[in-house]
């Protein structure tokens, strides 16, 4: 089955700074990779996904890159606030086989101000 | 839109006892229901895909015997935890998938169900 890595578990960064979290995954067939942000206590939050027919996408301050031919996906977010404090997760799926989600461990991000 | 709701929020109950939590898509139709387990600082690991009118799929090491999943209907999926030891204490998170557009889906997580038993 699909395996998710997740890097680092824990990252710290001053507000305005960026942060950036790399995710690789095991199984060449999966093709759909979502972020999740989730705070404490509450459901996981949608914040951006890619397909593998795109190689980056962007929304504001969040991106994400694919790199298909080294399995792994990366989430930045630039100009970090201190809102953006949360637990980060990737997660892989192959999207014709049902959408079961495969997550990563997880990235505890802190932005101080 | 894509809005889950899970019910109870929060739930303790005695050792022994059994608890249902039932998850809702309010605004689309949810052919397939995922349930997760999140313990304090870990991910959200996969116990189950439920699917509308068949028999939930369970993954390895999950007891299909203590965690009773219904998907009756298009817009609600319960999971039922019978027999529920101090063990079972974990964040119960539902998801559902919504079908956008040709093939892609994308899946919308619910509130959580805090289960704690005594």
């Known amino acids: 089955g699909e395996n998710v890595e997740q890097h680092p578990s824990t990252l710290s960064v001053q507000e305005g700074d960026s942060a950036v979290i790399k995710c690789t995954y095991s199984?060449?067939?999966?093709?759909?990779f979502p972020w999740y942000k989730q705070e404490l206590g509450k459901r996981p939050q949608l914040i951006i996904d890619i397909r593998s027919n795109v190689g980056e996408k962007k929304d504001q301050r969040i991106a994400v890159t694919l790199n298909k031919t080294a399995k792994h996906f990366s989430l930045h977010i630039t100009e970090t606030q201190p809102e953006d404090s949360a637990v980060y997760f990737c997660?892989?799926?192959?999207?014709?086989?049902?959408?079961?989600?495969?997550f990563g461990e997880g990235t505890q991000l802190t932005v101080n101000p | 839109g894509a809005v889950v709701s899970q019910h109870p929020s929060r739930v303790i109950c005695k050792s022994g006892t059994s608890v249902k939590i039932e998850c809702r898509s309010l605004d689309f139709q949810a052919t397939t229901m995922f349930w997760y387990r999140q313990f304090p600082k870990q991910s959200l690991m996969l116990m189950a895909t439920?699917?509308?009118?068949?028999?939930?799929?369970?993954e390895q090491g999950v007891e299909k015997d203590k965690f009773l999943i219904n998907h009756a209907s298009l817009t609600l999926s319960t999971l039922t935890v019978t027999s529920a030891h101090p063990e079972d204490s974990s964040f119960y998170i539902c998801?559902?998938?919504?079908?956008?557009?040709?093939?892609?889906?994308?899946?919308?997580f619910g509130p959580g169900t805090r289960l704690t038993v005594l």
């Open positions: 997660a892989a799926s192959q999207e014709t086989s049902g959408s079961r989600l495969t």
């Open positions: 439920s699917n509308e009118g068949s028999k939930a799929t369970y």
């Open positions: 199984d060449s067939a999966s093709n759909y």
């Open positions: 998801s559902a998938r919504r079908r956008t557009s040709g093939s892609t889906d994308t899946q919308y």
